[in-house]
């Protein structure tokens, strides 16, 4: 089983384009895709990017694409999603997730571990 820990989230100035990562323990961690949602107060959990084990097959929610990039390093057991561009509407809590490759990535369900999430806040 591999366990999540989320960081790089704060207070962002809109435009910026801070880096978020995602530290998983245990071995497992390259049997794996991993995804990055968010949460905004009051909203359902929405996808917003996911990456295969290898790392060669990305995809993103349409309000991510062309200003987010998800990346993950094996041999650090970490992934990453660099965000550019921010707006106000990016603020969120970001949740990593990992999941067994196959199915609909964009479904929270198909997921079966989650960090605890890091608030990214985007200020006008």
């Known amino acids: 089983q591999v366990q999540l820990v989320e960081s790089g989230g704060g207070l962002v100035q809109a435009g910026g384009s801070p880096r978020l990562s995602c530290a998983a323990s245990g071995r497992t961690f390259t049997r794996y895709s991993m995804g990055w949602f968010r949460q905004a107060p009051g909203k359902e959990r929405e996808f917003v990017a996911v990456i295969s084990w290898t790392g060669d097959t990305t995809y993103y929610a349409d309000s991510a694409k062309g200003r987010f990039t998800i990346s993950r390093d094996n041999a650090k057991n970490t992934v990453y999603l660099q965000m550019s561009s921010l707006k106000p509407e990016d603020t969120a809590v970001y949740y990593c997730?990992?999941?067994?490759?196959?199915?609909?990535?964009?479904?929270?369900?198909?997921?079966?571990?989650w960090g605890q999430g890091t608030q990214v806040t985007v200020s006008s």
């Open positions: 997730a990992a999941r067994n490759w196959g199915g609909n990535y964009v479904e929270k369900n198909t997921y079966h571990t």
